[in-house]
């Protein structure tokens, strides 16, 4: 009687799964296997023959291998700004956990604003041009560490309450310093959450869409989720393509996630109850 | 005796920096330079360009009238009234369903980490991607959504077509992306309650929708809090969604404030843009924290 329970319950969960949550990429995955006309009928079916490979090469070639430089753009923001983010953050959580002052409520009224107040654009283009550093990548880069620092904050101050102060003496007893303390001794214990870290802000800077969209405008320096932005009214038409392309940008994310589901889970979910 | 008093006391003082030097201050200035320069400088600045009257052409200082024309332009005034109804409909949905699914995926069902898995990838889908997606399923004639439902003899609606229902599409969208994290906060509050309080519940003969309305549901609070917090902020917010679905239309009827400061960014209107990103500003920290304060305090 419980068993016969627990599997219709189970089976209905997993049928209300499928049709909800796969159904969607099901239909990603062919129509992005399908001929122009056929992907034109926008049906949920099986393609009567599988045109995923031109489709591939299709999308790679277009705009003169547009794809591949919006890839490398965005591993050059993502692989720099996540660098920048890691260490700046555990400095700040670092010393906001351990020193107790009155500057400690200030800093962390400042984290949250970061986390909630919508960032000025029309502000942050003037000041970039400004600058003189507008349309580059370098000065996405420092968008992407100011917007996304108070995450990596939050996460690092939390985990160095777990680290004893025991450890810090034991270290000054042996002579390091401030810099060697943090670098030697703290920055190798903190990995399980630099590798949350990294993995969260990694999807996060990697899924961004709005803020290149604003800071850097122009084909030269676009970005992956631009390309299906710009492809969007181009394959008006061409369905097939623009899931193709769809899938394309989805793939690393299935990947990261089989990987480092754990982590990301962990981290979206732990940083959101102390946020 | 005094001197020997004096001594110890210097010297406790000279002891306590000592011990803080190796926390220096100085590691919060890389943080706090980018920072600094990249999120608050130019959130100072958009107080003043926001009473500005600033184009390509020129920039003049024209008080309140960029937030007059705010509430006195249907077209402005359609973009607030829909970021609160976005923002509250989505919440209210991540929250309903995001329990039902906390429910069950801690209920005793087969595989329950995969199916965890299963509602959390979409979080992780790019945004755009998943726009375009549904703006396909969602096509009235022949998409999948109303080709499924005519089937069951339904009639499916002009989802992304008609004025009146697109931002309501819109948001039944982002629930569904964003119902996964809201799921998984859920069932991590779940957890959290004892067991006992459940098994003494059923010694006294309350049934399972009382277990739930009288344990579950008060006892899981922090979680429910926090799935508000973060859905209403980012709801409020919300831009990518709106832009891939709808572009704010038909018309400018699913206008959301995010679209519309880049509409007006786009049309060259800077200070009207502007304004837009002060009123957004607005919202959250009147409407939104409040409510965030609120529901945190009643958690302790």
Known sequence: ?275 | MTLLLRRTASQRVQKAPSIDSFYPFWFYIPAGVVYGLMFLVPTFASFYFSLTHWTLFDQRFIGLDNFREFFAEPFLLRGLINTFIFGFTTSAGKVALGMMLAVLLTSNIYLRSLLRSVIFFPVLVSTIGIGITFTVLMEPHQGVINTALQYMGIQGPRWLTSPSLAIYSVALVEIWRGVGLATLILIAGLVSIPTDYYEAARLDGANAWQQFWRITVPLSRPAVATVITLSLIDGLRTFDLVWAMTRGGPGFSSDVLASVIYKQYQAGFYGLSTAGNVTLFLVIAVVALPIVAYLNREES
């Open chain 1, 1 to 275: 009687m419980y068993g016969t329970r627990k599997l219709v319950v189970s089976v209905l969960a997993y049928a209300g799964a499928a049709l909800f949550f796969l159904v969607p990429f099901a239909f990603v995955a062919l129509t992005a296997m399908k001929s122009r006309q056929e992907a034109s009928l926008l049906q949920l079916s099986w393609p009567s023959e599988i045109h995923l490979i031109e489709n591939l090469i299709q999308v790679i070639q277009v705009r003169d291998f547009m794809i591949v430089r919006a890839f490398f753009n965005s591993a050059f923001i993502t692989v720099f700004s996540v660098t920048l983010i890691v260490i700046f953050s555990a400095m700040v959580g670092f010393v906001l956990n351990r020193r107790k002052t009155s500057w400690n409520k200030m800093i962390g009224f400042l984290v949250l604003s970061g986390l909630m107040i919508p960032p000025a654009i029309v502000p942050t283009i003037w000041l970039l041009q400004e600058l003189g550093i507008f349309r580059t990548l370098h000065s996405m880069v420092l968008i992407q560490v100011a917007y996304n620092i108070s995450f990596g904050i939050i996460l690092y101050r939390a985990f160095f309450s777990t680290i004893p102060r025991e450890l810090d003496e034991a270290a000054i007893m042996d002579g390091a310093g401030p810099v060697s303390l943090f670098f030697k001794v703290m920055l190798p214990l903190l990995k399980p959450v630099t590798v949350t870290n990294i993995v969260v802000l990694s999807v996060v800077i990697f899924n961004d869409f709005v803020h290149p969209l604003y800071y850097l405008p122009g084909d030269q320096n676009v970005t992956i989720q631009l390309t299906l932005y710009n492809f969007q009214s181009m394959y008006n038409t061409s369905y097939n393509l623009l899931f193709t392309n769809i899938l394309v940008i989805t793939i690393p994310m299935l990947i990261v996630f089989l990987f480092f589901n754990r982590q990301i889970v962990s981290g979206m979910t732990s940083g959101a109850i102390k946020g």
